[in-house]
């Protein structure tokens, strides 16, 4: 079975400082990618990164970092010197491929960052 | 690109009364997804469809829910009859294959 496990419900933290959200995932094949998406508070969801099983190389895009290990089954995503608009709730996913029928994204359950000023 | 396109944003609508939810995917996705978001369930895959085929309705709650997809522009979920617990946003995604999912902006319906 798939499952995305995304511990943290709510994190608060204040304006500038690092946060982390984890992402554990759990799929016994060995091709599969991994996703994270940012749902601000308008609703809609924003796709950030996507990374495939056989790259573990951390990648970074301005603020946000992310960091893969499979050892550990995790994607982590870190976002350093948090803003007000970060505030959001963020999705980690994971998909696996399905010979001829494509990818269905398995979603964790969400973790609620606040950044306040 | 204008990105996935859904349509209304929102519904507010009576119980029994037949919904029906619109989406145009981004031109040349071959895959598209509808997805209910609700507080207590988070997330959920309903059905999705790969070049206007159905390939995965177990996500479908009940016979009361149908989707069709006429061509690569244009889906359609319909419930018919309408239940307060329908009440959520309804996301529509599409992606070529693995490449990743692209969602609309939702709609948020409500059921009294």
């Known amino acids: 079975a798939q499952k995305v496990t995304q511990a943290q419900t709510e994190i608060s933290v204040v304006e500038k400082e690092d946060v982390t959200l984890d992402c554990v995932y759990e799929?016994?094949?060995?091709?599969?990618?991994l996703f994270w998406y940012k749902q601000p508070p308008s609703g809609e969801l924003v796709f950030l990164i996507r990374?495939?099983?056989?790259?573990?190389q951390n990648e970074i895009s301005g603020r946000y970092s992310w960091n893969f290990q499979k050892s550990t089954s995790s994607f982590n995503f870190t976002i350093t010197a948090s803003q007000v608009v970060d505030s959001a709730v963020y999705f980690c996913a994971l998909s696996t491929w399905i010979y001829n029928q494509g990818g269905k994204l398995i979603f964790g359950q969400g973790t609620e960052l606040s950044v306040k000023p | 690109d204008a990105g996935v396109i859904q349509s209304p944003r929102h519904e507010v609508t009576e119980m029994g009364q037949e919904v029906t939810l619109r989406c145009k995917p981004i031109?040349?996705?071959?895959?598209l997804f509808w997805y209910r978001q609700t507080m207590m369930r988070g997330l959920e895959l309903l059905i999705y469809f790969n070049n206007n085929v159905p390939i995965d309705d177990s996500g479908m709650p009940e016979d009361r829910f149908s989707a069709k997809m006429p061509n690569a522009s244009f889906s359609t979920l319909k419930i018919q009859p309408s239940e307060p617990r329908d009440s959520a946003v309804y996301f529509c995604?599409?992606?070529?294959?693995?490449?990743?999912?692209?969602f609309g902006p939702g709609t948020r319906l409500t059921v009294t």
């Open positions: 995604a599409s992606g070529l294959g693995l490449v990743g999912q692209y």
């Open positions: 990374r495939n099983s056989f790259d573990e």
């Open positions: 799929t016994r094949d060995t091709t599969y990618y």
């Open positions: 031109s040349g996705h071959d895959y």
